[in-house]
């Protein structure tokens, strides 16, 4: 099974619409967010088309096949607008081969915080708008970076597991971080 994550969205209609695309392309069953969604923050920048009511109304349309938590910028009033759930601060997501993956948006767990973990579980987060795919210790850890605000010089990203391939990929089709679950 194929799956699709995006994180930090941050109320920007372009960014959201460059995700969806990119979803529907990618041949993935599920889109999992990880945060951000529909707020930009009071730290970050107005992002490009913020039009939070317009990103709800997109999400929606797919919200039989979103697993979402919650960032730091979401709130009640964001979930009021949205179709599918969004306000826990983890979800778990056990693969077909016994693996889980631990989704939170980065804020309360992370790579270095997190619940104990069994070998070759993943902990899957957003927040720092860093694309990360790697091994630490006996887990992975996993960041699709940004969809609307990256850092570091880095292009917009998202991530796909596409069986043991765990990738992150800019909307130019980049491959910016990988690992293989193994």
Known sequence: MKLFFASDIHGSFVAAQKAITAFEQSGAKYLILLGDILNHGPRNPLPEGYDPIKVAELLNQYAARITAVRGNCDSEVDQMLLDFPMMADYNLVMLADGRRLFLTHGHIYNADKHPQLMTGDVIVSG??????????????????????????????????????????????????AQTILN
């Open 127 to 176: 927040h720092t708008h860093i694309p990360v795919a790697e091994r630490k210790a006996d887990y992975f850890v996993f960041n699709p970076g940004s969809v609307a605000i990256p850092r570091n010089g880095l292009p917009a990203s998202y991530g796909l597991l596409d069986g043991q391939n765990l990738s992150v990929v800019s909307f130019d089709h980049e491959v910016l």
